[in-house]
């Protein structure tokens, strides 16, 4: 291998198109791959690229938007596809945690053999994982029962659908998976890797005690003992059969010293519960969110990428699908993919149902993954 | 995924939450707490629940309870159905004296066939033993017990590799029927294991069995009646002595006689020797080089013997055994294959032999009709972090490591942190741990729930102590109360107010520090306890609290002000002297009306002893009739006749005259005042039927209403639902202040009523009134007024001149008479002010068409002076003091008076 790191992408929706457009710089098999694409062509242009890189392990993540690095055509954004190839300069080591959602620990000793793979300092674990089956914190439970006190961040994305649908995928070398997660280890040879992420909602006063839950479910039932639909709606001056068409305009949030881990509201459930996109558990102290400067998501990201790494070789972002789509209907992608572009000289982005950061699973957050 | 207690096991509504029912359960998230009206309940989650039924066990309430198919079955019965049986041998031998009876009974019922189960027993057996063969590493565990393969296919990552892909002897009785004998009824099967039907409804089982009926439900749905007559004697399809050894449903008897004796068969009776080790079990025990060949795991102590759906009794397992042995050592002497002593035949033989035998009516079965799948269901439990964990101790109140392991059990888990783990699970609830509602107990004892901040209770405790340690009187003891509370009732609603007011207890409870205290003594008043040289900063500090309550969406600032009455106790004072001299305080703070600090002193006290003692004493009073009435006559200045009085009103309370001075403006503020007036008009009307009737000629009687009474009317919109109309409660037997709700034409209603009743012309009753200056009240006395007028009564307006809007309320409202308020006069007449500020009274009364009387006159000069000016009539001392009625009769029969000089 001579090649150190290659980013190339395509807004077709004809597979082998899509390999030559966006793999048009790579002259060799990098080693590893790693794609996001929309649902729409996963499944042929997972085909495709393990076709066109028979001796690079492949990982694929279908996705709601990409972000990309355009070169001399600007930054791009949108459901195109993204390949990102971690040449020389990365050792790389993965694979892929099936039944995810009953008991992915069983992949613990598969997880731990690609983690002896790779030397310990400077290494970042990449997870991505199907959306909607409530699999990533066992996913990430999983995972750190194998990292244990090392110094490694576990970063990543559930996968997303340009259409807002349910169905997502995973791939790994050339397999596709409707229910699976894939996992990379990716150590960096030039120097260190950081991991930020930056919340675009903020605390309101209201806040509540999760007092009856479900964590399989994702389901809130009560908040203070009460209805959590109703007690949200009441905190939120809304009648009931109001919410429903304001929940992704607000959040829940649990505070940890100056860190927030946000969740998502999904949607109202028959029993009145609330249905979340990232596990809360029992006894939790949650605060009500709504939406802040959404501007400041990008500033801050910047201001603190540059504070740990100055000048990054390479950005990976996770952008939550409700940000995207606000950015969209604000009308905001093209100056927050301009910005998400003033780090690093390439850049590649997936916008999913969630985002995991080391063991928590998050939501409307954006996450950025510095390479030195 | 099932609803919590929809599956075999569930709670009854009996159960009181004493987590009894997850002492020996196997499984840490299949209990789930839930909270209902306060209470704490335990229900089964039915997708974890393994089904081994030790909450029925160890339930010592009864409330937990098992489902089977016995009704249903009974119904099928009575519906003619066609109904095949298949009996467990343990059923003949726990019931000896009736099981022949009650399968004899069934058969009269209509079912078709009886099958006898215990040749199950010899099918798996030869399945299990083909199955081995095949698999000769071994390392297997015997599917028979429906428990087991519920808790590895439930609780344990691998348990279903190491399963041996048999069906139980049930099952493997239920194919062969199907297949041997063609019966097309719908099987039953009759056993004492209600797990079985998880088998019966598992993959490739599906179809074969119809219910599954337990010996225990079946014979409390049949009236013994029914059957005692019956003969025991039955015939059993399938019978064999050999069916015998699979009456416990233990496997040493079945297929450890086809293994090599050097392989090691293990045996485990009772699921709680083996579940918690099970991971181990799978992990290294059945995969380890000299592990178990097989292993024949049984949920139940005794084995099928004596199963979750059975009274368990070691006196009656005995007698089952000693049963079982019996008929197994006479069989022995039979010509049974499986029985045949085989000491010195080789397990290759056994297998032959067993297969030759077999073989002869089952030639066309296959073990692979017998081969059964296993459904992974294995959940990975999530892994909650410390910090999780850490923060749900803190919402249990746990915030000391020691009290994070009391490990009191009293919750069912393991411990205090298994416990903190079940609640961020979701699958318990902090309400159901000992030590979290001994201090919620403690913390409703002492702190005010609305808030959070301290109540009353915590309040007297921290007096006490401080002094205990005789450092009380280093404090000052506030008593204050937040002001506005209307206004921000009425702007904002009463929830915003409520938040506003935690929101101003979450702010002052942050302010006081050490042994200091805030507490709330209800709706918006506060009890604190400051260090003395701190006090006057900290209640400045109080007063400028911002607080923001909401309207709709928008967010406002609120400055809240506040009344405080400051107490310094000393160390002779008790705690209710602290705080009831600190509320006296307050109340003369109150009384200003507007911010400020009062600090107690004595003469404070006194004040509010005299108001306790008229309160106490005024029911009493109206009992007793202690309220009494005196008559002042007012003297026509034309004719210098009585022209009328004005009636008053006097106490004597046990011989001593108490001063309405006294009385009246403590009754009006309790609203007591509304009785006494109403008490006053009553004996007013009584004196003047008696006059009446006596032939007398009585003049007008003007009789006081209180403001307080205007001050009452609501108009009807107003009027809660529910309230009784009428106005005033009349009633003098009453005990206390009431709120009186009425409309303006309900309370003139009352004072025609009382007129009435004693036949009084209306010309003779006058109505004074003072000011008011109250919104919304001045529109009110209005309208009294007009209704007055319409039913012929009189009304004037009484102290004129003392009030803020006098002439406002000549403005708007159709007084008849207007009395001149006798401060005027206390000032004197020679003051050119004074003379020429009555004179104009009198002449703009006049131009209104309103008679004036002028109160308080004592002297010659006054009364001149007024006539001089055109007033009607005086009342004072001048012509007569106020006298009781049996004096004021007699003026009535001499109504002229004379004027003297001085």
């Known amino acids: ?372 | 995924m099932k609803k919590d207690n929809d599956g075999i096991i569930y709670t009854k509504s009996k159960c009181i939450g004493c987590n009894g029912c997850m002492l020996g359960c196997p499984v840490f998230d299949a209990n789930k707490a839930i909270v209902v009206n306060g209470g704490t309940y335990l229900v089964v989650d039915s997708d974890r629940c393994v089904h081994c039924g030790s909450c029925i066990t160890s339930c010592p309430h009864g409330s937990r309870d098992y489902r089977d198919d016995t009704d249903a079955f009974l119904a099928a019965l009575n519906n003619r159905e066609n109904l095949s049986v298949v009996v467990a041998p343990s059923f003949l031998l726990r019931y000896p004296e009736q099981s022949g009876k009650i399968l004899n009974y069934l058969k009269n019922r209509g079912v078709t066939n009886i099958y006898d189960g215990g040749f199950g027993g010899t099918l798996s057996t030869w399945a299990l033993v083909n199955f081995l063969e095949n698999h000769p590493e071994g390392g297997f565990a015997i599917a028979e017990c429906p428990v087991v393969v519920n808790y590895l296919e439930k609780l344990s990552m691998k348990g279903i590799q190491h399963l041996a892909p048999v069906f139980s002897s049930v099952m493997c009785m239920g194919i062969y029927i199907k297949k041997h004998f063609n019966d097309t009824a719908k099987l039953v099967f009759l056993g004492n294991c209600p797990a079985r039907k998880d088998e019966f409804e598992s993959p490739g089982a599906e179809g074969i069995y119809t219910y599954n009926v337990t010996y225990k439900r079946l014979m409390s749905r049949i009236d013994a009646s029914e059957y005692e007559d019956l003969p025991q004697e039955v015939e059993l399809d399938c019978s064999y002595p050999s069916n015998m050894l699979f009456a416990g449903g233990d496997a040493k008897n079945g297929v450890a006689q086809f293994i090599d004796p050097d392989k090691h068969v293990l045996t485990v009776m009772g699921g709680q020797r083996f579940y918690k080790y099970a991971d181990s079990f799978c992990d290294n025990i059945i995969t380890s080089e000299n592990g178990p060949y097989i292993a024949d795991i049984l949920n139940c102590e005794h084995g099928c013997l004596m199963g979750p759906a059975d009274d368990k009794n070691i006196m009656e397992y005995i007698r089952v055994w000693e049963r079982r042995a019996g008929i197994l050592a006479k069989a022995r002497k039979g010509t049974d294959e499986m029985l045949v002593d085989r000491a010195g035949v080789s397990p290759a033989k056994r297998l032959d032999e067993l297969k030759k035998s077999l073989n002869t009516f089952l030639s066309y079965l296959n073990p692979a009709d017998f081969r059964r799948d296993f459904s992974d269901r294995y959940y990975q439990q999530p892994q909650i972090p410390d910090a999780i964990i850490n923060e749900v101790f803190d919402y249990m109140h746990k915030y000391k490591e020691e009290e994070r392991h009391v490990n009191c059990h009293s919750c069912g888990y393991g411990g205090c942190r298994e416990m903190a783990k079940a609640i961020a699970l979701g699958i318990n609830r902090r309400e159901n741990c000992v030590y979290f509602e001994k201090y919620e107990n403690q913390r409703l004892y002492l702190t005010d729930l609305d808030t959070g901040i301290p109540n009353l209770n915590s309040f007297n405790n921290r007096t006490a102590e401080l002094m205990r340690k005789h450092e009380v009187s280093k404090y000052a003891v506030a008593s204050f109360s937040l002001m506005d509370n209307d206004l921000m009732y009425s702007r904002y609603g009463y929830d915003e107010v409520n938040k506003c007011i935690k929101e101003y207890a979450r702010i002052a409870g942050s302010m006081v520090s050490g042994r200091e205290l805030i507490a709330r003594k209800g709706d918006v008043e506060f009890l604190t306890i400051i260090e003395k040289n701190k006090m006057d900063d900290f209640l400045l500090n109080l007063n400028e609290i911002v607080v923001h309550p909401s309207i709709g969406q928008r967010e406002e600032e609120f400055v809240i002000n506040i009344c405080a009455g400051v107490y310094q106790p000393t160390e002779e004072d008790s705690v209710g002297d602290i705080i009831g001299k600190a509320s006296i305080a307050h109340r003369a703070a109150r009384e200003r009306k507007s911010p400020c600090c009062i600090y107690y002193d004595d003469s404070m006290k006194d004040g509010s002893v005299e108001a306790s003692f008229l309160t106490k004493a005024f029911s009493d009073a109206i009992k007793k009739r202690e309220f009494v009435v005196y008559y002042q006559p007012k003297v026509d200045l034309r004719s210098i006749k009585l022209h009328g009085a004005e009636a008053l009103v006097r106490w004597i309370h046990n011989g001593e005259f108490i001063s309405p001075g006294r009385f009246i403006p403590m009754f009006e503020k309790n609203g007591y005042v509304v009785h006494v007036d109403f008490f006053v008009l009553d004996q007013v009307c009584r004196d003047l039927r008696a006059w009446l009737d006596a032939g007398l000629k009585p003049v007008r009687v003007s009789t006081n209403f209180s403001k307080v009474h205007i001050s009452n009317l609501v108009t009807r919109s107003q009027r809660p639902a529910g309230s009784v109309g009428g106005g005033a409660d009349n009633d003098p037997s009453h005990d206390g202040p009431k709120v009186f709700q009425s409309s303006a034409p309900e309370l003139v209603g009352q004072i025609v009523d009382v007129i009435d009743r004693y036949d009084i012309p209306h010309e003779l009753i006058e109505i004074e009134f003072t000011e008011t200056t109250a919104a919304g009240e001045s529109e009110r006395l209005a309208q009294v007024i007009r209704d007055l007028h319409e039913k012929g009564i009189s009304t004037s307006i009484d102290d004129f001149g003392s009030g803020y809007s006098s002439l406002n309320l000549l403005q708007t409202m159709d007084f008849n008479v207007l009395k001149i308020d006798r401060g005027f006069l206390t000032a004197g007449i020679k003051d050119p002010k004074t003379r020429e500020i009555i004179a104009s009274v009198i002449q703009m009364a006049k131009a209104l068409e309103m008679q004036v009387v002028a109160e308080g006159v004592e002297k010659y000069e006054e009364l001149e002076f007024l006539r001089d000016k055109g007033c009607d009539m005086i009342q004072g001392y001048y012509f007569d003091k106020p006298m009781p009625g049996e004096d004021y009769r007699n003026r009535l029969v001499s109504p002229e008076y004379e004027i003297r000089e001085n």
């Open chain 1, 1 to 372: 291998m001579s090649v150190d790191l290659l980013t190339g992408y395509s807004y077709s929706e004809d597979p082998q198109t899509i390999v030559r457009e966006a793999a048009s710089g790579f002259t060799e098999d990098p080693g590893t791959i790693l794609y996001f694409s929309p649902v729409s062509v996963f499944e042929k242009l997972t085909q495709a690229i393990s076709l066109r890189f028979p001796n690079s392990r492949t990982y694929g993540v279908s996705t709601y938007y990409s972000f990309f690095e355009g070169r001399n055509n600007g930054n791009g954004y949108g459901p195109g596809t993204v390949i990102i190839g971690f040449g020389d300069s990365f050792d790389c080591s993965g694979g892929v945690i099936e039944d995810i959602k009953m008991h992915p620990v069983e992949f613990a000793p598969a997880i731990d053999k690609a983690l002896h793979k790779v030397p310990e300092e400077n290494t970042v674990c990449l997870t991505f994982t199907t959306a909607f089956y409530g699999a990533e914190e066992l996913v990430l439970d999983t995972i750190a029962s194998v990292i244990g006190n090392r110094d490694i961040h576990v970063a990543g994305s559930s996968s997303g659908n340009e259409k807002w649908e349910r169905t997502t995928f995973v791939s790994y070398n050339g397999r596709v998976f409707s229910s699976a997660s894939i996992f990379l280890f990716v150590h960096n040879r030039n120097g260190r890797i950081e991991v930020l992420k930056q919340d675009m909602f903020v605390p309101m006063r209201a806040e509540f005690r999760a007092t009856s839950v479900d964590i399989r479910k994702h389901i809130i039932y009560e908040l203070d003992g009460k209805p959590a639909a109703a007690e949200l709606a009441k905190q939120l001056h809304f009648e009931l059969y109001e919410l429903n068409e304001h929940l992704h305009d607000y959040g829940l949030g649990r505070k940890v010293g100056k860190t927030l881990y946000t969740t998502d509201i999904l949607k109202i459930t028959r029993e009145k519960g609330l249905e979340m996109l990232a596990a809360v558990y029992g006894g939790m102290k949650l605060c009500l969110l709504e939406r802040g400067k959404y501007d400041k998501c990008l500033s801050n990201m910047v201001a603190g990428i540059r504070k740990k790494i100055p000048a990054p070789r390479f950005m990976l972002y996770v952008n939550c699908i409700s940000l995207t789509t606000y950015y969209q209907n604000i009308g905001w992608m093209d100056i927050f993919t301009a910005g998400l572009g003033t780090l690093a000289p390439a850049f590649a982005g997936i916008s999913g149902y969630g985002e995991q950061l080391d063991r928590v699973n998050i939501n409307k957050t954006l996450m950025g993954i510095a390479f030195e």
